[in-house]
Nanobody, 122 residues
């Protein structure tokens, strides 16, 4: 079992920045590919970014490339999502998730956090 707790969400004006954090506990953090997802009902959940177990490989959805950066600190069991130049369409609940696969594009995420709300005002 892996427990994930997100923090860092909030209300920000368009053009602003936020940094989300996700702290993991329960298993060896470095054994999991980590991802950040978001969902704004009625849209389906989408993967925003993912990072490999050692942090060397990252992937992003096209809509956030150049604005968001995913990183991880395995010593602190934490994955981050730095979000810059935020837009109203980035408004969503953001979730972090853990996958045992070494493939950074995996869709097989086993563990999920509770989510943190990000609201971007225009």
């Amino acid at each position: 079992q892996v427990q994930l707790v997100e923090s860092g969400g909030g209300l920000v004006q368009a053009g602003g920045s936020l940094r989300l954090s996700c702290v993991a506990s329960g298993q060896t953090f470095s054994e999991y590919t980590m991802g950040w997802f978001r969902r704004t009902p009625p849209k389906e959940r989408e993967r925003v970014a993912a990072i490999s177990k050692n942090g060397q490989i990252t992937t992003y959805v096209d809509s956030v490339k150049g604005r968001f950066t995913i990183s991880r600190d395995n010593a602190k069991n934490t994955v981050y999502l730095q979000m810059n130049s935020l837009k109203p369409e980035d408004t969503a609940v953001y979730y972090c998730a853990a996958a045992p696969s070494s493939w950074v594009a995996t869709t097989d995420y086993n563990y999920w956090g509770q989510g943190t709300q990000v609201t971007v005002s225009s």
